[in-house]
Structures are given as structure tokens and as C-alpha cells.
């Protein structure tokens, strides 16, 4: 079964063994040349990223339902008295900073492993694999495909906006500095009085 789970996940290596010992047998400058030819012929992997990111979504998030459910089991476990012990002079031991730990982790890994399991759905769903074809998509969905220069009163638009943000912070920044000059002046006066 590993064998089959290399295979599929782990294409590559299956391909530089079988070049390593071909290259071995032939000499130094063929080897640096069938090098740059098995990058440029190395064979898609069988699953693509998007696909690879559900499974191991999916695989994270059963992962962490199992360490959810023995957390639980483990807390269950310890509330239950032993067989002699009546249920008022029980008193478990607990550790709050290590059960507030535990549960800020489990909390963390579930939000992960579901986030993981969404993102790999999704890019399924939108056949995306990688970060361009999300932009590619993005921009033709936008109507931008092509980059469509914008027109003279959006470009006015923008100036005029961006004008209006630049006097915004160096108003502000003027404020400061003429607070630092006053309180500068005040620390001049109080120790001239003195």
C-alpha cells in the first residue's frame, strides 16, 4: 500500500532513482545534460494541487476530530469517581492553565484543518491549481482579462482621491510636529524657571 501512496503523491522520485543509476553508468557531461532534460519532461504528478490540498484538508481534519474525541474521552474518564469512592469526596485534579492550553490547541487545529479542507474544496470547485490561474479567473470575472487601461475621469478620480489622502497625513504630520516643537518649548521653559 506505501508503494501505491508514493506512487501517487510522490511521482518524482520514482523518476530521478530510475535517471540516477542511467546517469551513473554514463559520463559527467551527458549527466548534466539528461539533468535539464528530465526537468524539462518530468510527467504531471497524478493529483493535481487543488485536489492534494482537499485530501490533505479532509486527512488534517479526521486527524483532529481523533484528537478532539480522546481529549473528551480522557476528560469524561477522569470526572468519573473510582468504584468506591462515593460521587461528593470525588475531586479530580485539574491543571487550568494546561486545560485552557489543551482546549486553545485543539480549537486552533480543528479551525486549521477545516480552513485547509474549505480552501482545497473551493479551488476544486473553481478548478484553480495554482496562484496565476486565480488571477487569470480573477481578472476575467472583473472584466479585466486583458488589462483594460481605465478612462481619463477614473484616472482624475484616482489623482484627486489620492491628493486628498496625501493632505490628510501630512496635516497630520504637521499636527505632530508642532506638538513636539510646543512640548519642547515647555521643557525649555520649565527648566529655565528652575
Known sequence: MSWLLKRWFFPEEQN?????????????????????????????????????????????????????????????????????????????????????????????INVFSIAMAALGGAMCAFDVNTMTEARTKLRAGMGIAHGVPPTEEEERQFEDEMEEILSKVLAKKDIAEIRKKVEAARAEGSAKKE
Request: net charge positive.
Open 16 to 108: 530521478s532513482s530510475a535517471s540516477a543509476t542511467q546517469s551513473t553508468n554514463t559520463s559527467i557531461p551527458q549527466s548534466s545534460q539528461s539533468q535539464s532534460q528530465l526537468q524539462q519532461e518530468t510527467p504531471p504528478s497524478l493529483l493535481q494541487n487543488n485536489q492534494k490540498l482537499l485530501i490533505g484538508g479532509l486527512l488534517f481534519f479526521s486527524l483532529s476530530t481523533f484528537i478532539t474525541r480522546r481529549s473528551l474521552l480522557r476528560k469524561h474518564r477522569n470526572a468519573i469517581p473510582p468504584y468506591y469512592t462515593s460521587s461528593v469526596y470525588h475531586k479530580p485534579e485539574i491543571n487550568n492553565t494546561l486545560e485552557a492550553f489543551e482546549a486553545l490547541n485543539i480549537a486552533t
